[in-house]
Nanobody, 123 residues
Framework: QVQLVESGGGLVQAGGSKGLSCAAS????????MGWFRQAPGKEREFVAAISWSGGSTLYADSVKGRFTISRENGNNTVYLQMNSLKPEDTAVYYC????????????????WGQGTQVTVSS
């Protein structure tokens, strides 16, 4: 069992930046591949970014490529999402998730989820 807790959400103006963190409860965090997803009101949850257990591989949704950066610190059991050049359409609840055996953009392949943190981008 892995418990995940996101933080860093809040209100930001369009064009601004915000960083999200996701802290994991287990020392075996370094064996999990991690992902960030988001869900806007009235929309389905969508993939944002993923990173392999070692940090050596990353994957991004086209909508955030070049603006968002996923990273991790295994020593701190934490994965990050740095979001730059934010747009109103980035407004959503952001979730981190964990799985083993390869990074994935498919939410049903993730076993553990955080409770989410709200990011609101004002125009």
């Amino acid at each position: 069992q892995v418990q995940l807790v996101e933080s860093g959400g809040g209100l930001v103006q369009a064009g601004g930046s915000k960083g999200l963190s996701c802290a994991a409860s287990r020392r075996t965090f370094s064996t999990y591949d991690m992902g960030w997803f988001r869900q806007a009101p009235g929309k389905e949850r969508e993939f944002v970014a993923a990173i392999s257990w070692s940090g050596g591989s990353t994957l991004y949704a086209d909508s955030v490529k070049g603006r968002f950066t996923i990273s991790r610190e295994n020593g701190n059991n934490t994965v990050y999402l740095q979001m730059n050049s934010l747009k109103p359409e980035d407004t959503a609840v952001y979730y981190c998730a964990a799985r083993r055996i390869g990074i994935s953009s498919l939410d049903h392949q993730y076993n553990y989820w955080g409770q989410g943190t709200q990011v609101t981008v004002s125009s």
